[in-house]
């Protein structure tokens, strides 16, 4: 069952979320693999991914899209995770060329130094003229260390953007998406602790008490991350700190693909294109990077599209 548990550590300035996405990354792997499917160590990274992106819609609770993108320049040119207020996610990547087995994520992403991360948070209701908001880091760590993992680059962003300090612990497989989010909250009146004084014992306090449970979160191993249920991993984590949960929310895929969508596409791209693919292949097929699901257009469809007054898409187009 796919889960996302919110919780606060009592008097502390430190709260924590903790993912597990199960039957929906399951579904995520099987449309996926109807289309041929991704090697394991991008699927790997794809649900490190989509239970980053979850964990961080839950922890700024902000009403529309968040787009977390890696852009790299290894075998995996792109690769997205995108999730909503409703905690519905969804991913996709572009792998060029082989990927060896057992890549980790500098192999993958980051073979030549050049590969960056983006942020991107898209309103749902966004008023003209309105831009998205996006934030880019370049995939490293704090110590611009070789990339051991994606959770480096993600803790560096927050850092940078919201200026908390954030402990990430993330991992993947065939069978579950799961990560574990720390963050310290903000000092009353201050965003960042990094310019206290001694003299501001409080504050050095509440540092002090969010190392401490973040050094207790970077014990938990990837192992015990994806097999163990959140109830032990709290307790196996946290057993002297005053945890207190909250209900847990039910994240789940979905994807926002439509026909209508894609007709716009094709009505964007005009006439004449359209109707030389119809005459090199019979029809029009696309099929969503996201889902899978195939969108097929025939002579009949392409007609009525750009026939004047026509704005919906004929009733007897098939969809597979």
């Not at 909503?84 to 130094?113: C, I, M, Q, W, Y």
């Not at 969108?295 to 469809?301: G, I, L, M, P």
């Amino acid at each position: 069952m796919d889960e996302l548990h919110k919780f606060i550590f009592d008097g502390l300035p430190v709260r924590g979320m903790l993912v597990r996405l199960t039957t929906s990354w399951r579904e995520v792997l099987a449309r996926r693999e109807a289309a041929g499917g991704y090697p394991e160590p991008v699927r790997a990274l794809l649900g490190e991914m989509a239970a980053a992106a979850t964990l961080m819609q839950a922890n700024i609770k902000f009403n529309g899209s968040l787009i977390l993108q890696v852009f790299g320049d290894g075998p995996v040119k792109l690769a997205v995770a995108e999730a909503r207020s409703d905690l519905s996610f969804r991913t996709t990547a572009k792998v060029v060329g082989e990927v060896p087995p057992g890549a980790r994520v500098e192999a993958l992403l980051n073979v030549h130094g050049q590969g960056r991360c983006a942020i991107t948070l898209d309103p749902q209701d966004r008023l003209p003229g309105q831009q998205p908001y996006q934030g880019v880091v370049p995939l490293h760590g704090d110590q611009r260390e070789p990339l051991q993992a994606l959770s480096q680059v993600l803790e560096h962003y927050m850092l940078q953007s919201e200026q908390l300090d954030t402990r990430l612990v993330l991992a993947a497989n065939d069978q579950v998406a799961a990560g574990l989010l720390i963050q310290r909250l903000p000092v009353q009146g201050e965003k960042n602790l990094s310019g206290i004084n001694v003299a501001n014992e409080d504050a050095i306090g509440q540092t002090e008490d969010f190392n401490r449970i973040a050094h207790l979160a970077a014990t938990l191993t990837p192992e015990e991350l994806l097999t163990l249920d959140a109830e032990t991993v709290l307790r196996r984590l946290f057993w002297e700190e005053p945890v207190r949960r909250f209900e847990p929310l039910q994240p789940r895929f979905a994807c926002s693909c439509s026909r209508e969508r894609v007709r716009g596409m094709l009505a964007g791209l005009g006439r004449e294109e359209s109707e030389d693919i119809l005459a090199e292949r019979g029809q029009i097929e696309i099929g969503c990077d996201f889902c899978g699901q195939q969108y097929h257009f025939d002579a009949v469809d392409v007609g009525e599209m750009f026939t004047p007054g026509r704005d919906q898409p004929p009733a007897s187009s098939a969809v597979h």
